[in-house]
């Protein structure tokens, strides 16, 4: 899977990313921009709109279905998708 394969996943389905954070630690994150599982966006809540999280290419904004709240992860520290390993097209 690459980047562009991620991105157009992400809006019709859940994925599981596995990426390594800041701190090193590795996390397994199911997360999804389906509409259907994302809530409205809101004001109080710049996150849930669309021209907020599309400000950062190298950062991925996504809805965490395990947690119910946005959270992000850098493309150059994904791993694997669904099992599949990552190409982010820079390696």
Do not use: H, Y
């Not at 991620?6 to 954070?21: G, H, R």
């Not at 710049?46 to 493309?75: A, H, T, Y």
């Amino acid at each position: 899977m690459n980047k562009e394969d991620v991105k157009s996943a992400l809006k019709t389905e859940t994925l599981s990313v596995v990426f390594k954070k800041v701190s090193g630690e590795k996390r397994e994150m199911n997360c999804t921009l389906s509409e259907s599982v994302v809530p409205p966006a809101t004001k109080t809540d710049p996150m849930s709109q669309k021209k907020i999280r599309k400000l950062n290419e190298e950062v991925c904004s996504v809805w965490d279905v395990d947690n119910s709240g946005w959270r992000s992860f850098r493309w150059d520290s994904v791993i694997s998708v669904n099992g599949e390993d990552f190409a982010n097209g820079t390696k």
